[in-house]
């Protein structure tokens, strides 16, 4: 949509725009996608991204639950990628993972955090060979309280 100023000019919005700085890949828990986009925006600058929430984040790349969850990730950043020329795909995973047994499954939080860590590990692999001029961020969410803390991996 664009709307016409005197002289001529015409003033581009937010729907003339076809770019974005990244995708961001997280699950479908209600408890964490919306302090992860916050924390996005705030902690490395990301106002504009498409979201790419699926159950379980960055397990539908490193331990898909469906043979087509792979496909469906990559068709995802692919369009993001080709139509909104992102530079960065943020991959995460979250403490308590329901797609993943939740905490239940872990003997502590230390196992379930490392264990997280190596999923993301293997989706930021698997996103930087398909797309090696993508830059990788890695977060892992946890909790202080009922507050989502957010770990940066390197």
Request: hydrophobic letters at 45%; one cysteine or more.
């Amino acid at each position: 949509m664009t709307t016409k100023h005197q002289g001529g000019h015409v003033a581009r919005t937010l729907l003339d725009e076809h770019a974005c700085d990244a995708l961001v890949m997280g699950c479908i828990d209600f408890r964490f996608w919306e302090a992860l986009f916050s924390f996005v925006r705030q902690r490395f600058g990301i106002d504009r991204f498409d979201p790419l929430i699926l159950a379980g984040g960055a397990k539908n790349l490193a331990s898909p639950a469906l043979p087509a969850m792979p496909e469906v990730a990559f068709f995802n950043i692919d369009v993001s990628h080709r139509l909104h020329h992102i530079k960065h795909v943020v991959v995460t995973n979250h403490i308590d993972c329901g797609a993943y047994g939740g905490s239940a499954k872990f003997a502590g939080k230390e196992e379930e955090i490392a264990f997280h860590k190596q999923e993301i590990d293997k989706a930021a692999r698997l996103i930087a060979e398909k797309y090696p001029d993508l830059a990788v961020i890695k977060i892992f969410v946890s909790r202080r309280g009922d507050d989502p803390d957010f770990l940066v991996l390197e």
